[in-house]
């Protein structure tokens, strides 16, 4: 999971993040860690990384993914180096090729075993002329097909839009 640093006005990010994981009882379900994942340790949780800095190392929980860049695929050099995917802009449906092909070059990259990197690897994107159903309806089914050819392999973090329970079972088989 993916959280922006958007705190009340005055407010620093670890002053309603660490409240809320514990308000909700996360921190059993969750990988708090800004340590890299093992597979065995993240199986079944939910990884957070935060879109945020702080000047604090360990007083904010999660992964850092900051500085976060917009619709872009870009690399952060932080504790845990992240690749992430999250070209977002999809202007027309005629662009929604352009948003698998960056889809599937990370999916590629990341099978090649660089156990360097975690992986994020958006399925999302939205514009004037593709709504995120109609970039789901274009995306999901190239990913079912890459999944269905390619059943093992280590792909990171995988998010998409109007998911299926067929769907998310290909990617939490991948891991199997």
């Known amino acids: 999971m993916n959280i922006f640093g958007t705190p009340a006005p005055g407010q620093g ?31 079944g949780k939910i990884v957070l990384y935060r879109r945020f800095d702080t000047d604090t190392k360990g007083a904010v929980p999660g992964l850092k993914a900051h500085p976060y860049e917009d619709d872009k695929t870009f690399t952060i050099d932080a504790t845990v180096p992240l690749k992430i995917q ?12 352009n948003k698998w092909n960056a889809m599937k070059a990370l999916l590629d990259e990341a ?52 998911e299926t329970d067929d769907l998310n079972r290909l990617i939490a088989e991948t891991n199997f």
């Open 13 to 43: 990010a670890a002053s309603f993040l660490s409240p809320t994981l514990d308000r909700y009882d996360c921190r059993a379900r969750w990988w708090l860690n800004d340590t890299m994942p093992k597979m065995k340790d993240v199986r």
């Open 86 to 97: 999250d070209q977002w802009k999809v202007a027309t449906v005629f662009a929604r090729g």
């Open 111 to 162: 099978k090649k075993k660089n156990t360097r990197y975690f992986y994020a690897n958006y399925g999302s994107g939205n514009g004037a002329g593709s709504a995120p159903s109609t970039t789901a309806n274009y995306v999901n089914p190239h990913l079912t097909d890459y999944l269905v050819n390619n059943i093992k392999g280590r792909y990171g973090a995988v998010p998409i839009d109007f």
